[in-house]
Each structure stands twice: as structure tokens, then as C-alpha cells.
């Protein structure tokens, strides 16, 4: 069963940098998406950033500039590279896996906390 783990959230300054990682153990699949969803108080979980493993990338427009989604697919992990914070980004961020090939499958990690102050 495949499994995602989160880390790299914590507390930083408004115009600050964070990394957050996710790594997958197991497999799954060699089509596939990986990427980063986050849920803030009191509004829905929304997409930041997805990674197909054929290259092509998706971002939310209020990260476009500022996030880059990467992966190292030998590793089997995902990265979220945070530019240039601002205290809107404050929200629980969860890594999600999603496969393609074969049986059609999603996963999520259990989310790791970013906060940006003022």
C-alpha cells in the first residue's frame, strides 16, 4: 500500500522560503501525478501545484511566480519550493499521489502545518 509523508512545514516571516518534501513508498505506477493541495481556516482545500511524471505542471494562480513543484522520480518524492511567503499561504499542506495506469488509485499524506506571519 502506498503511503505519503510530509515534512518541511513550520513558522516563517512574510517574504520568507520553505520546502516542503513528500515521500512515497511504493509504487505508484509509472503514470501518474504528484503534488501539493492545502486547506486554510474556514475555506475549502484547494490544488497548489501538480507534477504529471510526463512533465507537465499545474499551478494555482496565487502561487504562479513564487511556488515550483519538482520531483526526483528515482527517490520517489515530491518537492513544493515556497518563494516570497505571504500570511494568505498560512493552511495545513497535503501531498497527494494519484495513479493513472492500472487500477486508478489516490493517496494523501497527512498534511504538514505552514504558518507566515506579518
Known amino acids: 500500500q502506498v503511503q505519503l509523508v510530509e515534512s518541511g512545514g513550520g513558522l516563517v516571516q512574510a517574504g520568507g522560503s520553505l520546502r516542503l518534501s513528500c515521500v512515497a513508498s511504493g509504487s505508484i505506477g509509472s503514470d501518474n501525478a504528484m503534488g501539493w493541495y492545502r486547506q486554510a481556516p474556514g475555506k475549502q482545500r484547494e490544488l497548489v501545484a501538480v507534477?504529471?511524471?510526463?512533465?507537465?505542471?499545474n499551478y494555482a494562480d496565487s502561487v504562479k511566480g513564487r511556488f515550483t513543484i519538482s520531483r526526483d522520480n528515482a527517490k520517489n518524492t515530491v518537492y513544493l519550493q515556497m518563494n516570497n511567503l505571504k500570511p494568505e499561504d498560512t493552511a495545513v499542506y497535503y501531498c497527494n499521489a494519484h495513479r493513472f495506469s492500472g487500477v486508478m488509485r489516490s493517496y494523501w499524506g497527512q498534511g504538514t502545518q505552514v504558518t507566515v506571519s506579518s
Open positions: 507534477m504529471h511524471s510526463g512533465g507537465s505542471t
